[in-house]
């Protein structure tokens, strides 16, 4: 199997050039929540950048090959759900097929429970992303069911897949 380069860091301000210019794309809009802007400028790039609020969230920028070409992060849960986080991620289009998020979400599982703890990894998917959904299950994911007309997304109602891990610590 090839060796896929891929590692996660530190998200910089100097990365918002780079992350406008992959982000500003309908078809990642497309499969991820509409709080993520679209068209996305380096405005939205920097508001995100300087928003970073750790004990809620967790986010890293993806590097391929040392260049930056996507965000992964983790949405910690709250109260009796605590020892739970939400992964997202999105991957630029001109990296898309190269195994670069499935490495991804492969680093950011490792990292939640063994650095954060976490007992339990979970994700949501949209009917429609296959691609998201086949970089969960190659990870281990579980479906753990489809909710059904969850999402108002680009006009239309959408279900939702969910997937979990646990940890096996």
């Known amino acids: ?7 996660l860091r530190e998200l ?6 780079q992350m406008a210019k992959l982000a500003d794309n309908k078809k990642i809009w497309d499969n991820v929540r509409d709080y993520f802007p679209h068209p996305y ?5 920097e508001a ?8 809620q969230q967790q986010n890293f920028a993806i590097e391929y090959n040392g260049e930056f070409c996507g965000v992964i992060g983790l949405i910690f849960q709250k109260d009796v759900y605590r020892k739970s986080a939400e992964v997202g991620y999105w991957i630029g289009e001109p990296f898309w097929g190269l195994g670069i998020a499935t ?7 490792d990292h939640g429970f063994n650095n954060s703890k976490l007992i339990r990894i979970f994700a949501g998917s949209f009917e429609y992303n296959l691609a998201s959904m086949k ?17 108002f997304k680009n006009g239309k109602i959408w279900d939702e897949h969910r997937f979990y891990l646990l940890s096996s610590n």
Do not use: C
């Open 1 to 7: 199997m090839k060796k896929i380069n891929v590692n």
């Open 12 to 17: 910089k301000i100097s990365d918002k050039t």
């Open 41 to 45: 400028s380096e405005k939205d790039a």
């Open 48 to 55: 995100f950048l300087k928003s970073q609020n750790r004990e």
């Open 103 to 109: 490495k991804a979400v492969a680093l950011i599982v």
């Open 135 to 151: 970089v969960l299950k190659k990870n281990g994911f579980q479906k753990e069911g489809i909710a059904k007309n969850a999402v």
